[in-house]
């Protein structure tokens, strides 16, 4: 009688940009490792904005530990409670940070 062997799952990689390619204006590119719908780590890239680097943090820690469903529901709300007020013109990093996140997810 043959036994079943047990295979572990194999991490999958999503990846989401939004803003126009680094080097040319504000963006936030993410990387998701998921096991199963289950998001085990998360980075970010952005380029040098204080904004742009507290949203891909955010979003990193708010997304990590989350199941692909949980991680759909986060939005341009929970990042700006997360990071707090920025100026006028660096708010637009709180959507960015959403956008990638979202790109990614729509790979799963």
Excluded: F, N, W
């Amino acid at each position: 009688m043959e036994k079943a062997l047990d295979v572990a799952p194999v991490p999958r990689v999503l990846k989401g940009h939004a803003g126009p390619p680094p080097g040319q204006g504000p963006y936030i590119s993410l990387r998701l490792t998921l096991l199963g719908d289950v998001i085990t780590s998360a980075v970010y890239e952005t380029y040098q904005c204080p904004g742009c680097h507290a949203c891909g943090k955010a979003i990193v820690d708010l997304a990590t530990g989350k199941t692909l469903a949980e991680a759909r529901t986060l939005a341009h709300s929970d990042i700006a409670a997360r990071v707090g007020p920025l100026p006028r013109h660096r708010q637009l990093c709180y959507g960015l940070a959403v956008l990638a996140l979202s790109i990614a997810l729509d790979q799963a």
